[in-house]
Structure formats: C-alpha cells, structure tokens
C-alpha cells in the first residue's frame, strides 16, 4: 500500500527566511504529486501538481516554488518567507482518476 | 464563488446522536465526489467516492447520498462517537479530474 511521508511535521521560521518542505512517497511509481495549502478553518488551496519528474504546474501565483527531482519526492520551497504562508502544508499522490491518499502534514508558523 | 459549498460550517452535536453533512456542487462535466475525514492535525482520509450512477453509499456509520440532477450530496453519520470530532470534506472531479474542496464542515462531537 502507498505511503506518504512529509517532515519536518511542524516548523516555525521567522518572517524572511526560506523554506523546504520535503514530501516522499512509497509503494507506487509515476503517482501525480500535489501540494496544497490549509489556512485555518479554511479549505484546501492547490498549490502545485505535477505529473512527472521535472513537470511542475503552479495553480497560484506566489513566493513558493516546487520541484519534483525523483519520481517519489516532491519539495516545496520558499527564498523568503512571509507571515502569509503559515498554514498547514498538505502533500497528496494520485494514480491517474483513483482517490487522492494524503500525507501527515506539515505545520508552518511564520513570525 | 466556490464551486462546492459545505453546510454547515460547523456543528455541535451529543455522543449517540445522528446528524447529516451537506454539499452542492455546480463542478460540470461531473465525474465522482468524495468524502473525506480529517482530524484536526492530520491529513485528509477518504471515506466514500460515488459516481453519476451511484445513490447511496455506506462506510460503516457513514452514508453518502448523491442526486446528481440536483447536484445535492450529504453524508449521514449513525450513533456518533467522539472519535467523529473532525472536519469532514466533500471533493467534486470534473470529466477532466480536476478536483474541487469544499470548506469543510467542522463536527464536533460532545459526551
């Protein structure tokens, strides 16, 4: 079964500073991997999709930025934080039209 | 304007107790929706999926309604436990299988 590791689970970085959040998934291969955002007692925004190694489409324009280096791996990264971006960082795999399985969570405060 | 809205917002409710979760959609071309259960802190779980021709479907105490002519769907928990306290988050794919979230529906469960 598939497996969705994200870390650090909780972070807090003070306004300015830059960011990676690492997310890793196991058994499955070629999954499309999505970064979302959950402000506080808000939905989730999609950030950022990508469907392949190197292939990152970005869903809203902002300071954040993604890359996908291996096929199981997606980062989410930032130069310069701002006190906007806290929230709770959500990666999530799909393979083609099946149920979106996400991972833990990541807990950012900017401050 | 969002195009699946979740109500209520929030709900209080007694252990033991029933109560119904709704969404509506205007996602088209439609494809599926889906119920997810997420505790606060963690990521999203999925409870039911349901296509066009699907009306009901069960998961234990949870059951998912779907009129796709009215675009209407809930989801009907049974004798609520604690262990229900979450957000509960209905997600509509179009044909293409972009998905859409609702805000969510904050349940709280009270002994």
């Known amino acids: 079964s598939q497996t969705i590791h994200q870390w650090p689970a909780t972070l807090v970085q003070p306004v300015g500073s830059p960011l990676s959040l690492e997310c890793t998934v196991e058994?499955?291969?070629?999954?499309?991997l999505y970064w979302y955002r959950q402000a506080a007692g808000r939905g989730l925004q999609l950030l950022f999709y990508?469907?392949?190694?190197?292939?990152i489409s970005s869903e809203v324009p902002q300071n954040l930025s993604a890359s996908r280096p291996q096929d199981r791996q997606f980062i989410l990264s930032s130069k310069k934080l701002l006190l906007s971006d806290s929230g709770f960082y959500l990666c999530?795999?799909?393979?083609?039209?099946?149920?979106?399985?996400f991972g833990p969570g990541t807990r950012l405060l900017v401050l | 304007k969002n195009q699946v809205e979740q109500s209520p917002q929030s709900l209080i409710i007694l252990e033991g107790k029933n109560c119904t979760l709704q969404?509506?959609?205007?996602?088209?071309?439609?494809?599926?929706l889906r119920w997810y259960k997420q505790d606060t802190g963690r990521g999203p779980v999925s409870l039911t999926i349901?296509?066009?021709?699907?009306n009901t479907k069960s998961n234990g105490r949870y059951t998912a309604t779907l009129d796709a002519d009215t675009k209407q769907s809930s989801l009907h928990i049974t004798a609520s436990q604690l262990s229900d306290s979450a957000s509960y988050i209905c997600?509509?794919?179009?044909?293409?299988?972009?998905?859409?979230f609702g805000a969510g529906t904050r349940l709280t469960v009270k002994p």
């Open positions: 058994g499955t291969s070629n999954p499309n």
């Open positions: 969404c509506n959609y205007t996602v088209s071309p439609f494809s599926n």
């Open positions: 999530a795999q799909r393979q083609g039209s099946g149920t979106q399985y």
């Open positions: 997600v509509v794919s179009d044909f293409w299988n972009d998905m859409r």
């Open positions: 349901m296509t066009f021709s699907e």
């Open positions: 990508s469907v392949g190694i190197g292939q």
